[in-house]
């Protein structure tokens, strides 16, 4: 499958107008954005990309499992939650969140979400935290502990005033190819009696994840500890693509971060950079409607480009982030991305980055829209985490 990685090699392109309505008229204003184009963008992407997130079930529960209150060397408090969602039907699906809170903070604390790769236990040094991460056979994804630690900075996290909330994605809806494996997700709640051509052509893993991020921040704004209305969506490759389409649908949450999301995520499309979609829909088809890979080699024939992903988040924090080495996510596509959505933010008098903006390597860009650049490959680093301290800082006041 062909692959560029050489700039030179990227082509002329046109990038389809985010406020060029459907009907050929031009949004000028933050009143008709909201209410005429931004429903509209979202249902392109719902229909041609990531599909439509699930339902609410007919119930939801919250259950502390277990609470430690000299977790992280006695500066924070530690609960596992049990989130469990059931329909008037019988069927049921349930998953366990890890929550850190700030010990002996003054007042409720803004919160960080997100989900993991390798299970709750993997990105923690605590070895008495619950191990979580099922495949669709039920066995555990990772049987080791705290291998992704570095991505959490769990400990530094909470001393500086932030919560941090994670929940794994496979126990969401298992990452897998087989296109059974949505009936070991969320989904099969709701559409169990569908084929799975009939599922794939409306539903994605990726809308799952971002469900399941939505419903964190349901069971968080039920905890007296935590500030719900400073919520953070956060994610890593994949799960950056997540926090962007989670931050898309539920605007409760005030900053979203993207990390090396890459193709599909914050990454231009049309550059013909890293990732393509060909690649990306013939190794992970159940990201996308089955539909989506008909745009294989073809990206200039997509609707939108990932700059209208971006605008979705305006006028909230929207905070991008790259590798200089990570060339399969693009780092330029995803800088250029977060540059084109500011004429959404323009909309709102909020004044942003241009594409001729300086931003060399270990470097940050600051705002509403920011964008930071590190040495280093593809990875969720301190380095990283500085960025969105900082930005969630401006935030919590």
């Known amino acids: 499958m062909h692959k560029n990685t050489d700039e030179s090699c990227v082509g002329p392109y046109t990038l389809p107008d985010v406020l060029k309505c459907s009907d050929g008229r031009m949004i ?16 392109i992407y719902r229909r041609t990309m990531y599909g439509f997130l699930p339902p609410r079930p007919d119930k ?15 500066t924070a408090i530690r609960k596992e939650i049990r989130l469990s969602f059931a329909m008037n039907n019988g069927r049921k699906h349930s998953f366990v969140m890890l929550l850190y809170i700030p010990k002996n903070a003054a007042k409720p604390v803004p919160v960080f979400c997100g989900l993991n790769f390798k299970g709750n236990h993997n990105c923690t040094f605590e070895d008495d935290v619950e191990m979580t991460g099922r495949n669709s056979s039920g066995e555990l994804v990772e049987t080791e502990r705290s291998d992704q630690i570095h991505r959490w900075q769990f ?5 500086r005033g932030f919560a941090s909330a994670t929940v794994c994605y496979h126990d969401i809806y298992p990452d897998e190819k087989d296109e059974n494996s949505w009936r070991k997700s969320v989904y099969n709640m709701f559409f169990a009696d569908e084929s799975n051509e009939e599922f794939h052509s409306h539903a994605s ?3 799952a994840w971002a469900w399941g991020l939505s419903r964190m921040l349901d069971c968080l704004e039920s905890e007296p500890l935590i500030d719900s209305s400073k919520a953070f969506v956060h994610g890593h490759s ?44 013939h190794y992970f088809p159940h990201w996308f409607v089955s539909s989506f890979a008909g745009y294989a080699c073809c990206e200039a024939e997509i609707p939108f480009d990932q700059h209208w992903l971006i605008s979705l988040i305006a ?3 929207a905070a991008i982030g790259s590798a200089e080495e990570d060339l399969h996510a693009d780092p330029k596509g995803e800088f250029l991305s977060g540059a084109h959505a500011g004429r959404v933010y323009n909309l709102f008098g909020i004044e942003t980055y241009n594409e001729n903006t300086p931003h060399p390597v270990n470097s940050c860009i600051t705002g509403a829209v920011s964008y930071h650049i590190r040495s280093g490959g593809h990875d969720q680093t301190l380095v990283d985490w500085k960025h969105y301290w900082e930005i969630a800082d401006i935030i919590k006041g």
């Open 28 to 43: 000028d204003n933050a009143f008709d954005w909201v209410n005429t184009r931004r429903s509209e963008i979202l249902d």
């Open 155 to 159: 400990a530094e996290t909470v001393k």
């Open 205 to 207: 893993a990726v809308s």
């Open 60 to 74: 939801t529960e919250f259950e502390v499992i277990s609470e430690k209150n000299d977790a992280l060397d006695n």
């Open 315 to 317: 006028p909230r924090y």
């Open 238 to 281: 994949r799960l950056g693509k997540t926090s962007l389409w989670a931050g898309a649908n539920d605007t409760r949450f005030k900053m979203v971060v993207s990390n090396d999301s890459g193709c599909c995520g914050s990454a231009l499309l049309r550059r013909d950079f890293g990732e393509t979609v060909e690649i990306i829909t």
